[in-house]
């Protein structure tokens, strides 16, 4: 077998949740030309029809679905009915995620809990749901979280976000302690500044590139930056790997000066 081969996804179900924009668009369709047949959930299903559409043009195989993983009823019918289209999965790319920029004196119960129940709570239920389902199929699988170095290290005006991307962080470690002996692996990914939407108005203020000055590579980074290190996690290239946390942050992390 030729080590390329390790990364090809010819017959996998992939989810990706948050597929809409951003790094979610871009797992989509690397997922779909490595030959994963992708479901595309988000709530705004006019892009996710684009993105369909998209992936089919460059000749993969897509599902376009709404989903709000802040509803636990809507994670259940999103997998069930990706499971009727193209079987049972076997990748899910726990994608979806909102920010939130406020002084922590800030902070109202809504705003805690609208990031909770989207970053945590939904990453929580669908991992929990996708590997039933797996586990029913009598089949292992990957599951990809998307934490980021905020899960790692704090900075000011992001206590809600970051953390409950710590909370993704330990929920990888503690889920793939649990599923190992059902042949799924649970990984995350965790980004530096990546230029989306989730950021665009942030990177290119005072603040934004006082941050770049303590990047190491002194740039952001593109969704293309994660190609690599989500093609590995969700392959059989990674198949000794589970629980891990990996950074993609042009160094970001290692100057805690
Ligand atoms: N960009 C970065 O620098 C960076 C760094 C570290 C981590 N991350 C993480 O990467 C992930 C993707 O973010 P991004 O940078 O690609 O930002 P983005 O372009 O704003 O994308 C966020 C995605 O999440 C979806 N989403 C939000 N709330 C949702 C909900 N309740 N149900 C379903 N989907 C929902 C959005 O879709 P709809 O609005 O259509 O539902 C959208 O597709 C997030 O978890 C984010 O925290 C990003």
Same mark, same amino acid.
């Given at each position: ?34 030959? %994963?047949?992708? $479901?595309?959930?988000? *709530? ?12 089919? %043009? ?34 899910? $790319?726990?994608?979806?995620? *909102? ?23 939904? $990453? ?7 590997? *039933? ?56 990914? %965790? ?22 000055? *303590? ?13 690599? $290190?989500?093609?590995?996690? %969700? ?23």
């Amino acid at each position: 077998m030729r080590v390329l081969d390790k990364f090809d996804l010819k017959g996998r179900v992939a989810i990706v949740t948050g597929a809409s924009s951003g790094l979610g668009w871009r797992f989509a369709q690397v997922l779909a030309g490595q030959g %994963a047949r992708v $479901v595309v959930a988000a *709530r705004r299903t006019d892009r996710l029809k684009t993105l369909k559409g998209e992936i089919e %043009a460059a000749g993969g195989e897509a599902l376009a679905l709404e989903l709000d993983v802040s509803s636990t009823r809507s994670i259940l019918a999103a997998l069930d009915q990706a499971k009727k289209h193209f079987g049972a999965l076997d990748i899910l $790319v726990n994608n979806a995620g *909102r920010a939130l920029e406020k002084w922590a004196l800030d902070v109202s119960p809504d705003d805690w809990r609208a990031i909770m129940s989207t970053n945590l709570d939904g $990453v929580w239920f669908a991992a929990q749901s996708a590997a *039933r389902q797996m586990i029913e199929a009598g089949k292992g699988g990957t599951i990809i979280n998307t934490a980021s170095v905020l899960g790692l290290g704090v900075s000011k005006i992001t206590t809600p976000y970051a953390i409950s991307k710590a909370a993704v962080v330990q929920l990888t470690r503690a889920l793939a302690l649990e599923f190992a002996r059902h042949d799924i692996r649970v990984n995350a990914i %965790a980004p530096g500044y990546i230029r989306t939407e989730i950021n665009q108005h942030f990177l290119d203020t005072e603040a934004g590139r006082n941050m770049l000055r *303590r990047v190491p590579q002194r740039r952001f980074g593109e969704p293309e930056d994660l190609d690599g $290190v989500l093609l590995l996690l %969700a392959s059989d290239a990674s198949s000794f790997m589970t629980g891990s946390i990996i950074t993609v942050d042009g160094g970001q992390l290692l100057d805690i000066s």
